[in-house]
């Protein structure tokens, strides 16, 4: 594929695409002062403006074109993009005319596309006028088809061609417009309708305009549909545009500028030339257009904060997303940039290897229809640098290798959430985790089948929480190695993984702190027959065991040891509504805390030896409705001396057998019988220990 990226002096610019017919490339133009033209090779062009011409006979690929070079004695007549394979493809760059020497550089190559910019500079030595340069391809693939087109540059003005009739308003500031290609300029006030402008023709625009945090610099508002092209700068910086590569000082700079405007169609030829940004300078610049198709290019390669904020978010036809070379990231620079993008299918290559805090926070979120993330090489994070970045991507079928090994706070939390299409995860080598670091990466991911190993030794705060929650066709679950957990560092991890049979054999958690470290942790899992083992001496924070296993349907065999209670709420709920449970855990502690055990067995239908009760004091609401809705259960043994009651175990037995055994400490004094005591109905024992 061939462009000529072309310079000119007068703003003009015209676009067309070969029609290939028989590999003969079509293209001429020149403008209404005969400044610059395109000749066709071997046959010779009447100047008619805008008039186009067939090249001659194309052998092996070649063409040339010319610039009048009028006094000057060096133009520089633009870049020859080349799209290929390597630089052989240009086997000769020469000039036409006597007098006329010609150099070529390259310029730049673009990652993966392959495509070489050469600078082409034109000498004129003889002040012919008619200098041409005339190149080559040998060895190129003739089959295929090559497209030639005029691309517009930084040079030209802000401009909107109309593809029907209709108006335009700009709110927010008054502004100048011009329909003669720059001749004459009119004022137009806040939100008054320009006249109209016919169906081909070209509106241009410029001002002197001061940007600010509520509005940017104003808006634009039409009633037709158009596209947009040359540079916006000429907003701000009235004539005096050319050339601008800074926002300095502008912060906000094109802040929804075309936000809902839904008649845009086309960007591609809008030239953000700033390579210097600033602070949300294209935040919300075209959130909502939904007619969007083509985005324009970005080249910084230093970003600012929120600098693409939410910049094309919601532009729903929007397929292709723009290059983003940038290396040097700032604080949320693309958070939300392609947040709702339905129909994008493809993502940019991300290059920068150090991230900035929350950088690609929501990036793609909701862009249905992408089904490939880019490679993320990064290896330094930052504090929620990935956070929910492809979350709600339900066509993305595999997720890039995530190789940094030290993470940041809430750095991959959410990142693939409700990918619904998602089979494998990556590897996670992580050794040092960060508060929230994982937390619901995976969730939502009913595809999600794949296992990986967590090697860290210490989970941080929240590390884990439903990291996998709602993954209904994960069988097996990851081995984590951590021994050390934090405050909800395994909390709802795969809660509601209705497929889940395997988990590693033995939890080595021994040191939990800051509560509710694995609260809920399998709950919701029916399919889980046996539950991994808990270290005996673990000692139970507030809700670290809370509903761990609620809801596990399938569980028959619960934990040898559920470690001892340190807080109260420790072991709550922890086995309610296991249906099938029959083997409960040894409960060896004799010191209890206020709820510890409160709801631990409610509604398992098929326990019918509860496990031995060894503590002699009771605190308050210990029991609570602790064997409630058991109703296959016709044993315990609680040696507690307290005079139960609904103080420490209100509606304990509630629903249990209607006949059983009931031992009790031979030094307790209390007969009571009901749902708050002893079982009604069952048969009294003693036993001193």
Known sequence: ??????????????????????????????????????????????????????????????????????????????????????????????????????????????????????????????????????????????????????????????????????????????????????????????NTDSPTVQAGNKIMWKATLTPTSSVGIGRFISTCRYSALGNPLSLIYDNDFKGKTSLSGNDYAFYELFYVETNLVNAENLALAATSLTACCYQRMFRGCTSLTTAPELPATTLANSAYTYMLAGCTSLTAAPELPATTLSNYCYSYMFYGCTNLTTAPELPATTLASSGYYFMFSGCTSLTTAPDLPATTLANGCYNSM??????????????????????????????????????????????????????????????????????????????????????????????????????????????????????????????????GMFSGCTSLVVAPQISSSTRARSSSFQEMFSMCTSLTTAPTYVGTPYSGLSHNGMFYGCTSLTSPPQLPSTSLKSNCYAGMFYGCTSLTTAPVLPAKTLVTDCYYQMFYGCSSLNYIKAMFTSTPSTSYTNSWVSGVASSGTYVKNSSASYTTRGINAIPSGWTLQKASS
């Open 1 to 190: 594929m061939f462009y000529l990226r072309y310079f000119n002096n007068t703003s003009e610019y015209q676009q067309e695409e070969s029609s290939m017919a028989n590999k003969r490339p079509s293209l001429g133009y020149t403008d209404d002062n005969e400044q610059f033209h395109w000749f066709p090779y071997v046959r010779t062009l009447s100047i008619t403006a805008m008039s186009l011409s067939d090249f001659g006979t194309v052998s092996g690929g070649s063409g040339h074109w010319s610039q009048k070079m009028e006094t000057e004695e060096t133009t520089y007549v633009g870049e020859l993009v080349i799209e290929g394979s390597n630089l052989d493809l240009i086997s000769a760059l020469t000039v036409g005319n006597t007098g006329c020497t010609v150099t070529t550089s390259v310029k730049s190559r673009k990652r993966n596309r392959k495509v070489y910019n050469v600078e082409i500079t034109v000498t004129d030595t003889a002040q012919t006028n008619n200098c041409y340069v005339t190149f080559s391809y040998d060895g190129y693939d003739l089959s295929e088809e090559y497209d030639f087109q005029v691309i517009v540059q930084a040079d030209n003005y802000l401009t909107f061609i109309p593809t029907e009739d209709g108006t335009f308003k700009f709110s927010g500031n008054s502004v100048n417009y011009s329909l003669d290609n720059g001749t004459t300029w009119t004022s137009l006030a806040s």
């Open 390 to 519: 492809f979350a709600g991507c339900t066509s993305l079928t595999a997720a890039p290798e995530l190789p940094a090994t030290t993470l940041a706070s809430y750095c991959y939390a959410g990142m693939f959430s409700r990918c619904t299409k998602l089979k494998a995860m990556p590897q996670l080598p992580a050794t040092t985790l960060a508060s929230t670091c994982y937390s619901t990466m995976f969730l939502g991911c009913t595809s999600l089948t794949g296992t990986c190993e967590l090697p860290a030794i210490t989970a941080a705060t929240s590390s884990y929480n439903q990291m996998f929650n709602g993954c209904t066709s994960l069988t097996a679950a990851p081995n984590i190695s951590a021994t050390t957990l934090s405050g909800y560092s395994c909390s709802n991890m795969f809660a509601n993984c209705t497929a889940l049979k395997t988990t590693q054999t033995n939890l080595l958690f021994s040191t939990l702190s800051g509560g509710s470290e694995c609260r």
